[in-house]
């Protein structure tokens, strides 16, 4: 005898789980304490949050004709006593607990704990701006911690390789949510501390807030303080600010940001050299016309040098043709003497040279006499 399978579509079970919880008693009207987290409002007026403990969460919705009755304003972190019932929505899948009454039960013991853990941290000094690295915009290598196979390490990866493309990237595997995530991503971080990187980028893609408790664990935050390597934090969250945000050297509010943080874009490397290149450009044009003004400059200079040289010398010429003048037979005649020559034509330096009868022949400046010598 051969059995008929029954199959069944999605929505048809869905309904069924919704038709079987709706009556059952036990989840109609219940009290439910827990601690608000990952708090929104809707457009709507209607108020959606998380309740957790520390080991487990449930969605709540108060729709807006119970919200308006609250006497207090909810907050992330309040403990809450939650009066509701439980509710399928076929559409996903999921179960949430409709509220109608919400009553403020105190501080969360979570949130608690955190704020004490953070303002400890904070009077160590851990989050002090004097501690903060700066980001080299010029990395060789870039290492980032966060979860295999996720959007945000493509994120990451895409965004480093469209904006600097030179720099390498080592990856560091790691959970970012769960038990082991704490342990994984301080063991990943230990890791990255033995490469030469110049940046480390630790973080996940978008997540509520409950999902963000590896990275307020107290280990990972002071091995991040005592960091040798930059480190940006890309926690991609809307509200909560997580210790690991406090503790990096900078913050990114998605791993798109942190791509950004880490590296200059290539884009504007090339406008920079570009301004350089002019800059060099110009400074080439000014120098040379510098230049120019200084030859030209020069040139006049050297002229006017040549020109007072030139002067000078011809002014020594002139005085050294006066003096040649002064001192040739010429100028000597021109003073008044004359010269006496023999009939050899000689000059007579001597009287007694001379006898009765000769012929001597005296030169003067505008002529000459011949006369003969009658007495000596």
Known sequence: MSLTRVVYSVSEVNRYIKNVVNNDQNLRFLSVKGEISNLKYGANGHVYFSLKDKE?????????????????????GDEIIVLGSIDVYPARGSYQLIAVNVEQSGKGDILYELEQLKKKLALEGLFDASRKKPINLYPNAIGVITAANSAAIKDIIFNIKRRYPIADIYFFPSQVQGENAPKELLQAFNLSQKYPLDTIIIGRGGGASEDLGAFNDETLVRAIAESKIPVIAAIGHEIDSTLVDYVADKRASTPTGAAELATIDRRELELHFQDALDEMKQCLRDTVEVQKEEIENAKEDLDRMIQDKIELLKQKVELRNEQLSSLSPTGILKRGYSITLDESGKPITNAKTQKIGNKIRTIYYDGETISKVEKI
């Open 56 to 76: 487990s969460i449930i969605s709540v919705c108060l729709f807006s004709t119970y919200a308006a009755k609250l006497k207090f304003t909810p907050q992330n």
